[in-house]
């Protein structure tokens, strides 16, 4: 009896493992969806007051006290200039694999034998781009310093959405191409690749040009999209396991 209960529990453990190895990514990247979609909705309901031209705010008195933060720090034109040069360098990180892919493309002449992780890697770019144009159409909130005439839109923040998904894309692809020997460069690189993320956020919260609530989304939206992302790459171009040489 004990033993039949052990057995079904291995099987149920195996089911399970199996189950989150294969599907694990999309639902975590589902549920930080819905997380998204739930904070929208709060951000258009709660705490919502009139801002300026006709433009009104949610969770008003965070983001008021945010915006006095900002403006008591000031430096927001310097912050937002290094916000701008660090969404540019991602762009310069996609040629550089392009730079990559076309290098291999002459090698190989044939589209069909260019590696699978260039195609996955554009498939990420696409739908970061359909995303940010579905927010440029889709209009939750308005930037604090949009001019009376000219309303911009701030939700998500697109210099964190962008930026970090293509620091991110580009990382991942990047080490799954290389395939680095040595243990200890993937945890430095990807290291790096967040403190740039972070550095990316973080100026931008200081250039005055976003609602706390317009950052923290960008935040929500990008790691539902990477980990989508990752489920796709893991999907479509699994990595070959490590083969460990005998010492024998």
Do not use: Q
Not at 35 to 49: E, G, R, S
Not at 102 to 120: A, P
């Amino acid at each position: 009896m004990f033993e039949c209960d052990n057995i079904s529990k291995d099987i149920r453990v195996l089911f399970m493992t199996s189950f989150m190895k294969k599907y694990g990514y999309f639902i975590a990247s589902a549920a930080l969806l819905l997380i998204f979609i739930v904070f929208t909705i709060l951000v258009k309901t709660v705490d919502v007051h009139y801002y300026y031209n006709n433009t009104y705010v949610g969770f008003y008195s965070i983001n008021y006290k945010f915006g006095e933060f900002v403006t008591n720090f000031g430096k927001y034109e310097v912050m937002g200039k290094f916000s701008d040069i660090i969404l540019y360098l991602s762009f310069g990180y996609i040629l550089i694999l392009l730079v990559f892919a076309i290098i291999e493309l002459v090698k190989t002449k044939s589209f069909k034998k260019l590696n699978i992780n260039y195609y996955v890697a554009l498939g990420g770019y696409v739908l970061t781009a359909i995303l940010y144009l579905v927010f440029e159409v889709v209009k939750v909130n308005y930037s604090p310093d949009s001019l009376a005439d000219k309303l911009k839109p701030s939700y998500p923040s697109s210099h964190v959405f962008i930026g970090c998904m293509f620091y991110l894309i580009n990382t991942f692809t990047a080490m799954k191409l290389l395939k680095p020997e040595k243990d200890w460069i993937k945890p430095i690189v990807y290291l790096a690749t967040g403190i740039i993320c972070i550095l990316l956020v973080f100026t931008r919260a200081l250039s005055a040009k976003h609602w706390l609530t317009d950052l923290i989304a960008s935040i929500i939206l990008v790691s539902a999209t990477y980990t989508l992302f990752i489920g796709v790459s893991k999907k479509l171009a699994p990595e070959e396991p490590k083969i460990i040489e005998s010492k024998e």
